[in-house]
């Protein structure tokens, strides 16, 4: 996951608003949002390449979701991040404890931003700070560098979806995480990778052959518990699949 701009709004009729694009190599095999057969009580999608997933939500309203740190020529981590989302969704530690007891191994891993959260709270971890902090209410914005960093294309994707936020629906956040006006050269950050690939990573819905948005997400979560969670996936061309799914789950 690349791109996620969310609203935390405790207390709220509709706590919890996400919009998402995963962005990876079309070649990565996946499995699209869903229910999954071994754990039902998860909705995400999942990897087929080393397991795991970038974002997903339970009923019971146990929330995650990881991007990676861009900084060219990193190693790979001798774990994959991927595990970290599903340890937290399949487990029961509260979000503070999960994260402080990863501290412990961040070694193993490439670098990632990771968010974890329940109905009462939502906490981020940056690897490579080490920093691990809950958040209060707000809306945020993460890419591939810290939280709330002031790139161009969080930066417009945080002013679109604020907007929507006055009368949030899929189809709204879905239209946001379309946009694939690039950053001038003069915004670009400098992440150690090529100029042409910052040019490229630069909008917030990414179209090339070979790496691109391969689906976008948008999830509302209502104090009553009603969750609903709408994917659109998109292929190497950057057209819109024939995936579109929605699931909807019941107050409770």
């Known amino acids: 996951m690349c791109l996620i701009v969310l609203a935390w709004r405790p207390g709220h009729p509709l706590p919890l608003v996400v919009a ?32 795991g997933t970038w974002m997903g939500i339970t009923e019971t309203g146990r929330f995650a979701a990881l991007t990676n740190i861009r900084i060219g020529g990193q190693p790979a981590g001798k774990r994959s991040r991927g595990e970290l989302p599903e340890a937290f969704l399949r487990g029961e530690a509260a979000p503070e404890s999960f994260l402080r007891a990863l501290c412990g191994r961040l070694q193993d891993y490439a670098g990632f931003n990771l968010l974890v959260g329940d109905r009462d709270e939502l906490w981020h971890l940056n690897s490579h700070s080490g920093t691990v ?7 945020y ?51 150690g990778v090529p100029l042409e690939w910052e040019r490229l990573l630069s909008s917030i819905f990414i179209a090339s052959p070979g790496y691109g948005t391969r689906a976008s997400t948008a999830l509302l979560h209502h104090a009553d518990g009603r969750l609903v969670v709408v994917e659109r996936s998109y292929a190497a061309d950057g057209r819109a699949s024939d995936t579109w799914l929605q699931l909807e789950t019941r107050a409770g």
């Open 133 to 139: 902090q809950r958040l209060p209410g707000g809306v």
């Open 141 to 191: 914005g993460l890419s591939n560098a810290d939280l709330d960093s002031p790139w161009p294309k969080l930066e417009r994707a945080r002013a679109a979806f604020t907007h929507c936020l006055l009368e949030p629906t899929p189809e709204a956040l879905l239209e946001l995480l379309a946009d694939r006006q690039r950053a001038a050269d003069s915004e670009l950050p400098s992440t």
């Open 20 to 51: 998402a694009n995963r962005d990876e190599f079309h070649e990565r095999p996946s499995l699209a949002l869903g229910r999954w057969e071994d754990a039902p009580e998860i909705i995400a999608g999942r990897d087929l390449q080393a397991g």
